[in-house]
């Protein structure tokens, strides 16, 4: 459920009510009438009118703008695979598949004896 004032996008026109689709709006209202099959209420300021519409037919501008900046990102990294003949990132990218976790290297645990013996020579130098 989105929040009064939020500033959402209009990404589909599911009733085919003229809605500007691709256009910035903001949440005005809710609509809770369970008659009908609108959710809220959309301000257009470019187009200086209010729409009723469903959820379904819009979006977080937030989210989209952060889908858009990941396809801009993976379709960098493929063109980054191709230049440079890296298969192996190539076929990660593609496949979907998240980098390999970095092992983590085993400190030695020291014995309390070990660890008393040395803090009592690092405070006699």
Known sequence: MFRLGQRVVF????YELNFPVGEAGYIIAY????????DYVVRVP??????Y?????IELEELLLQQEADRIEREALIDYA????????????MNGEEAEPT???NKD???REDFIKQINLKAWI
């Open 11 to 14: 990404v589909g026109d599911s």
């Open 31 to 38: 609509d809770r009438n369970a008659d009908n099959v609108f």
């Open 46 to 51: 470019k187009l200086n009118k209010h729409f």
């Open 53 to 57: 519409v469903p959820a379904a037919d």
């Open 82 to 93: 191709l230049a440079t003949k890296n298969e192996e990132l190539f076929r990660k990218i």
């Open 103 to 105: 092992p983590e290297t």
């Open 109 to 111: 645990v020291q014995s």
